[in-house]
């Protein structure tokens, strides 16, 4: 299987053009185009903070056409992109055209939007067929992802939309339409105790998961770290990938290893021979 990362966490400390060098240096076959760094919600406040960037400017095309050039004279290619988040702020949402639009442009064909928490499957719906038009002129379908909230009191994560097969399936079905699919996050499934766990969730949705967010957890807290390093089973992860003939990316979303990173390189390195090992896995099955 090919393989990728997310490069929010690098070019947050190296820029975009090195963070894709890296990547590639590391030996992935891509690189997500992680949209999530442009755009800084202050939670208390609940607003969006003021970010100089080229992908919030009136050049945001040249810009992401630099950056698909720099990953192609390095041997590599976008697959897929995150838009950001979170999905029930407006001034983020008028960005998700332009998140389809730059995922296009960068050589991407899925854009991860996430469901909005505070709306129900069928309110989602809505939000999703108003994108499906101008992501299918653009010829990238938006994958939604299971998400989690935090009960305080009880000290652990809690329901939240996608977060279960049934709630998953419901949003799939409500739009039913071949260009919304599922993207699982590998570490928010196993972080929901009882209601699931990553392999259920992948065995439920079967062939509408075509992308993937992989990283490690405690399976308590959203630790966002290296495969195999914390408490997740991926001999699990990949016996459920195997039964549904999973055709998409191992793509990685381990954006709190890289945060501590001192050596950055070495870091990303890590990342890939940590995937490449999965990869392993499923083949051996």
Not at 9 to 29: H, M, N, P, T
Not at 43 to 71: A, E, H, M
Not at 131 to 158: C, H, Q, R
Not at 183 to 201: K, N, Q, R, T
């Amino acid at each position: 299987m090919k393989t990728s990362t997310e490069i929010a966490s690098i070019y947050r400390q190296v820029g975009e053009e090195k963070a894709i060098e890296l990547v590639a240096k590391a030996g992935f076959d891509a690189w997500d185009f992680s949209m999530s760094a442009y755009f800084t919600f202050d939670w208390n406040k609940g607003i969006v903070l003021d970010k100089d960037c080229p992908f919030r400017s009136s050049n945001y095309l040249p810009f992401v056409r630099r950056l698909k050039q720099v990953g192609l004279d390095n041997g590599i290619h976008c697959n897929q992109s995150h838009a950001p988040f979170p999905s029930h702020v407006k001034e983020i949402q008028d960005y998700f055209k332009r998140s389809i639009e730059c995922t296009a442009e960068a050589g991407g064909n899925i854009c991860v939007i996430h469901p909005d928490n505070r709306r129900t499957a069928a309110e989602n719906a809505e939000m999703y067929n108003e994108l499906l038009p101008f992501a299918k002129e653009y010829g990238v379908k938006i994958a939604t992802e299971n998400m989690w909230a935090w009960d305080v009191e009880a000290n652990k994560a809690s329901f939240a939309v996608c977060a279960t097969a049934e709630s998953f399936k419901a949003h799939l079905d409500l739009v039913n339409d071949d260009y919304l699919v599922a993207c699982v996050d590998i570490g928010h499934a196993e972080m929901m105790g009882d209601m699931v766990s990553a392999p259920e969730l992948i065995r439920a949705l079967g062939d509408k998961v075509q992308a993937l967010h992989i990283h490690d957890n405690d399976k308590w807290h959203d630790s966002h770290q290296i495969p195999f390093s914390m408490n997740i089973d991926f001999n699990g992860v990949a016996k459920a990938l195997k039964e549904i003939n999973y055709g998409g990316y191992l793509t990685l979303e381990c954006d709190a290893y890289i945060k501590s990173a001192e050596d950055i390189e070495t870091k990303v390195k890590n990342l890939c021979d940590s995937v490449k090992k999965l990869d392993e896995i499923i083949e051996k099955l």
